[in-house]
């Protein structure tokens, strides 16, 4: 009798957290899948595609720019002003961000579409974002290569996670099915 009590007081956030892990633990399933589809020295096509896009980005800045997937490992080197100042592993290509940020999207959805629009937006945005990240990390390493652990393990952290903090907060109060309605 008591638990009841209890489910029925707590039930919207037992089903946010079930909603959010079972949405977490299957895209991550997934991933880890596609994954298993590369051996530990090959590099998957996402980070491939992440490293292309950087070398573009960096491109716009100097020519002098270039990613060179590696023979040794699964990584790609990041070659800027003809130094080679960052490696970027699958860990780069934002894929566990993304599904971290679709997992609360989908606990708190919306209505179908708009919740569809939010995920595919928001993913989109945040892929960009990574890619001009390593880009400017890439950057900075060059010039300031004594700030390295501060720029790559603090800063360049918090700047992506916080837009997906913006994201999620943005998504509660204008999207999500608890967002406020002006009556």
């Known amino acids: 009798m008591i638990l009841k009590h209890y489910f029925i007081l707590y039930k919207p956030f037992l089903i946010f957290l079930a909603s959010f892990f079972l949405t977490y633990i299957l895209l991550t399933f997934l991933y880890q899948n596609y994954l298993n589809n590369f051996d530990d020295q090959k590099m998957d096509t996402i980070t491939k595609i992440v490293g292309n896009n950087t070398e573009k980005v960096l491109r716009l800045?100097?020519?002098?720019?270039?990613?060179?997937?590696?023979?040794?490992?699964?990584?790609?080197k990041v070659i800027y002003n003809q130094k080679y100042v960052a490696r970027i592993i699958e860990g780069c290509n934002a894929i566990s961000i993304i599904?971290?940020?679709?997992?609360?999207?989908?606990?708190?959805?919306?209505?179908?579409?708009?919740?569809?629009?939010?995920?595919?937006?928001?993913?989109?945005?945040?892929?960009?974002?990574?890619?001009?990240?390593i880009a400017a990390l890439s950057a900075l390493i060059f010039h300031f290569p004594n700030q390295e652990s501060i720029l790559h393990e603090v800063f360049f952290p918090l700047s992506i996670y916080g837009v997906v903090f913006i994201l999620w907060l943005f998504w509660i109060r204008k999207f999500s099915k608890y967002a406020r309605k002006n009556t």
């Open 99 to 133: 599904i971290l940020f679709i997992s609360f999207v989908i606990a708190f959805s919306g209505k179908f579409v708009s919740t569809l629009l939010f995920v595919f937006c928001g993913s989109f945005l945040l892929y960009v974002l990574n890619v001009i990240r």
């Open 61 to 76: 800045f100097t020519q002098d720019a270039s990613i060179q997937e590696s023979s040794s490992g699964p990584y790609m």
